[in-house]
């Protein structure tokens, strides 16, 4: 056996402290400006950011914290948000990201689970905190990040301390130590619509490999000439990346704080110059309404980045066609740091049909270097890239978890994470989410894919909101149901959404039945949460009359599809 040769190359550790290091260095005036929970706008730049988030990491470890130890944070999208994320992360200290938004019983349950040592919050959670403290025995202080003049009034948390006092007596002289690059970085925590939450622990290395692939042209794009404002909470998934690629890139950093509605982010992104923002669907929906009555347009606004559920087609042409600015639209999850796909187009398919381009765009698109991807179906067998054949995605890279935090067994299947989403993927690697493992609908035996329904009926200018989901049913098990919020203003009858489906998807895809709501029950992360949903209509009962025409595929159709027969 013969060793083999090593490049001779510094072993530098990639460690998350070196992005904000090099954005304080090379892009030390550049502006961080943060909307605050008071109202007012504050800013400064990189440079006062990495001394703050030096004297944070003075202080954490005057308090006797270590590498390894988690510290908990309940916050908007803040300066000092950011300064926690690598004042903490800087020194070996493991960031929790929580997202508020979840049940007080779920925040108790994964601040225990994940033996938080210090909590730092905003003051908005003040009562929240006053209603978890007592559950968190363990948890040795809470911290507010704010000055003692704006220290909310509080029943409990002993001992309390405003940030601005705890970095006070530090003065920022402190020199990054160098971690190795397979320490823990940050702790997110998914959702838990079903069961638990369970903890995606981030590496140093899988959060500066997923900030390089983030930045890139054909993912978001940034550059020092980019004022960036993620919508996207820094509680879900680290923003997305964005508080790493943006110092990574030099980008101007703009934080909208708790001022989430469409005036105020309207607002900030004209005052800013923002030229890019990334966000969930329903934050863009309160944007482009308010644009809308208010008759405004983007001035700077270049490109939105739209993901973590499936973007309607109308908002991608809303955005192209209303107001110039190009929508990407992009999928992945918070085991996969999270970026998967994204849609932008490839030199051959930017040629094509400017119709067939914009179909492409509203799929959930190409991984980026550094993820892997594939469709797996029923059988564990590969399926081919035709852009027909579903099954389950399967992923794997540098920045995708390999097991949960404080679970033994691996969730990979063969060295694949098998994601919960079905997908198909044609011959350019596009990748197109037809629907999750769970939300399927199956019909005799044959998948009908959610999100198609769904997607056609928010084409309809009344429908402000549509939910898909199966019903049971005696004879074909189960058979869609659609469920509509309407728009006040715009009147739409049941047969005339049944209409908007002939002609445009196969026969006995068309929903059994249409029912008129106030409005859809959401998870903490804003998605739809159709487990609610399907036992809020367990017993709907769906009318007999309509006949379900017979399933074309009748002898099992696309590969990796349903596994009772398919209706005769
Ligand atoms: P949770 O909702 O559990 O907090 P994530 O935020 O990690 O978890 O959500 C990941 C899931 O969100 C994906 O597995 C997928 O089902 C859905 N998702 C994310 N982006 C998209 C998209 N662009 N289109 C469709 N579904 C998406």
């Known amino acids: 056996m013969t060793t083999p040769l090593h490049g001779q190359m510094m072993d530098v550790p990639l460690t998350v402290s070196s992005l904000l290091a090099h954005a304080s260095r090379h892009f030390g005036t550049t502006e961080i400006v943060s909307k ?11 440079r006062d950011c990495e001394k703050r988030a030096k004297q944070l990491a003075q202080a954490l470890i005057a308090l006797g914290v270590e590498a390894g130890d988690r510290i908990g944070t309940l916050a908007w999208n803040g300066y000092r948000h950011l300064e926690t994320y690598y004042g903490t992360t800087g020194f070996g200290a493991v960031c929790h990201t929580i997202n508020p938004r979840l049940f007080p019983d779920q925040i108790a349950w994964i601040i225990n689970d994940a033996d938080d040592r210090y909590i730092l919050f905003d003051t908005t959670f003040a009562q929240l905190i006053d209603r978890l403290a007592q559950r968190c025995p363990r948890v040795r202080g809470w911290i507010v990040l704010t000055d003692d003049e704006h220290l909310p009034a509080m029943r409990s948390p002993t001992p309390l301390v405003s940030y601005e006092t705890l970095l006070e007596p530090h003065d920022g002289t402190f020199d990054w130590p160098l971690l190795d690059e397979r320490q823990a970085s940050y702790l997110c925590y998914t959702s838990g619509t079903t069961g638990n939450p369970k903890g995606a622990l981030y590496s140093h290395r899988s959060t500066v490999l997923h900030a390089l692939g983030a930045s890139l042209p054909d993912a978001m794009g940034l550059s020092s000439r980019d004022s960036v404002l993620p919508v996207v909470p820094m509680f879900h998934v ?14 101007k950093l703009v934080f909208p704080g708790n001022h989430l509605d469409g005036e105020s982010l309207f607002e900030l992104m004209e005052t800013e110059r923002v030229t890019c923002s990334n966000g969930v669907p329903t934050v863009w929906l309160g944007l482009l309404n308010y644009m809308k ?6 001035s ?21 066609d209303e107001y110039g600015v190009e929508a990407i639209h992009g999928w992945g999850m918070t085991e996969m740091s999270p970026i998967g796909t994204l849609a932008t187009l490839n030199w051959d398919q930017s040629q094509r049909p400017p119709e067939e381009q914009r179909r492409l765009r509203e799929n959930q698109g190409h ?25 389950e995605l399967h992923v794997r890279g540098p920045w995708v978890i390999e097991r949960y935090f404080q679970k033994d067994d691996s969730p990979l299947v063969n060295g694949w994470f098998p994601t919960g989403d079905v997908a198909t993927i044609d011959r350019d690697g596009f990748m197109r989410i037809t629907d999750r493992c769970k939300d399927v609908i199956k019909s005799g035996g044959e998948w ?17 909101e549509a939910a898909c989901i199966a019903c049971a049913h005696p004879k074909w098990s189960q058979r869609p149901l659609l469920v509509i919020v309407k728009h006040k203003d715009v009147e739409v009858t049941r047969d005339e959404l049944l209409a908007l489906y002939e002609g445009k998807v196969a026969k006995w895809w068309i929903p059994d039945d249409i029912v008129f709501v106030n409005e859809l029950p959401h998870t903490a992360t804003g998605k739809l949460n159709k487990l609610k949903l399907r036992e809020l209509f367990r017993d709907h009962v769906l009318p007999l009359q309509r006949e379900v025409p017979n399933c074309p595929h009748s002898k099992r159709g696309a590969a990796g599809s349903g596994s009772t027969p398919a209706p005769e």
């Open 448 to 464: 009908i894919s959610s999100i198609e329904v769904e997607n056609l009926a928010m084409a309809h200018p009344a429908v402000a």
């Open 367 to 391: 991984v980026i270097y550094g993820v892997d991807m594939k469709i797996v179906g029923d059988d564990g067998r590969d399926l081919p890239w035709d852009g027909v054949a579903f099954g």
């Open 300 to 320: 700077s606004l270049q490109r939105t980045g739209i993901g973590g559920s499936t973007c309607p087609p109308a908002m991608l042409r809303t955005f192209e």
């Open 238 to 251: 680290n923003a997305w990346g964005i508080p790493h690629a943006a110092p990574l890139t030099g980008a």
């Open 293 to 298: 009555e208010a008759g405004v347009r983007f």
């Open 36 to 46: 605050r929970i008071e109202g007012d706008v504050h800013r400064y730049t990189y």
